[in-house]
């Protein structure tokens, strides 16, 4: 397996502050993560086991951040600051902020006001399980994950609302998302494509290159981020090195 580092975003409603103990302490509360719910990762969708965290939880030096950001560290759990578990929604996380005014301007006033409430998590995967059916795309399992780097307060999901939007300009073009998507996983697995493969690559080559066109100084250009477009590219590069591989 090659591993690396990844990160996942729940958009999670319950991520609260609240008030404890005679201090009058606050606490941020809420999960990093949830069991058992099936993610979008566009060309397959993944979900996390139960149980995933229990090893990790007891080795890992784990930080909380916000935006995954190591300068604005919210609470660790070698220093008790933080405190991870697994329940029966998912990773559960208390974490004791510093008491500081640039936190309180920052991250505290905005939770309490609803501004901020989503938790993101960066892990690396050491166990994982694929279930493929015909005409659907693959289900990557999450089992294991070890280290557990970070659990972080975040201002905007990095992946969902963009990978939305390439869905959604993907289709609007006449291409079919999942059947693309399949081609795109069976090629990342070495088997073998067909004559209708190369079709579908080449159609879709073609519509990205109308949001994302080659600019002559080889920057990114085209459309704007409002389009996803960084996600576009690497698309685009990703079906160029399968078409050049046929």
């Known amino acids: ?42 060309y397959y969708r993944e979900k996390i086991a139960v149980g995933a965290f229990n090893k990790t939880l ?6 909380a951040l916000f935006n995954h950001d190591s300068n604005w560290i919210l609470g660790r759990n070698t220093s008790k600051t933080l405190s991870l578990s697994e329940d029966d929604t998912g990773l559960a996380v208390e974490i004791s902020p510093p008491d500081t005014q640039l936190i309180r301007d920052m991250v505290m006033t905005p939770m309490e006001r609803g501004d901020l409430n989503q938790m993101s998590f960066a892990f690396m995967v ?19 994950v070890d280290p557990l780097y970070d659990v972080s307060v975040v201002t905007f999901p990095a992946y969902p609302t963009t ?11 006449g291409i079919n998302y999942d059947e693309l998507s399949g081609l795109i996983f069976r090629a990342k697995q070495g088997l073998p494509m067909q004559r209708q493969d190369l079709d579908l690559i080449n159609a879709s080559i073609e519509v990205l290159k109308g949001y994302i066109p080659a600019p002559p100084d080889g920057t990114n250009g085209g459309k704007g981020e409002e389009n996803g477009a960084g ?10 090195l399968i078409e050049k591989s046929f």
């Open 1 to 42: 397996m090659n591993k690396q580092m990844e990160r996942r975003i729940f958009n999670l409603s319950e991520l609260k502050v609240e008030k404890r103990g005679d201090s009058n302490q606050p606490i941020i509360s809420g999960h990093a993560a949830v069991f058992d719910v099936l993610t979008d990762m566009w």
């Open 163 to 173: 990978d939305a939007k390439v869905r959604d300009i993907i289709t609007k073009s």
């Open 231 to 240: 996600r576009l590219l690497i698309l685009r590069k990703r079906l160029e």
């Open 58 to 63: 007891k080795t890992s030096d784990v930080r």
């Open 126 to 144: 050491i166990d994982e399980e694929w279930e493929e059916k015909k005409g659907e795309l693959p289900i990557r399992t999450i089992k294991e």
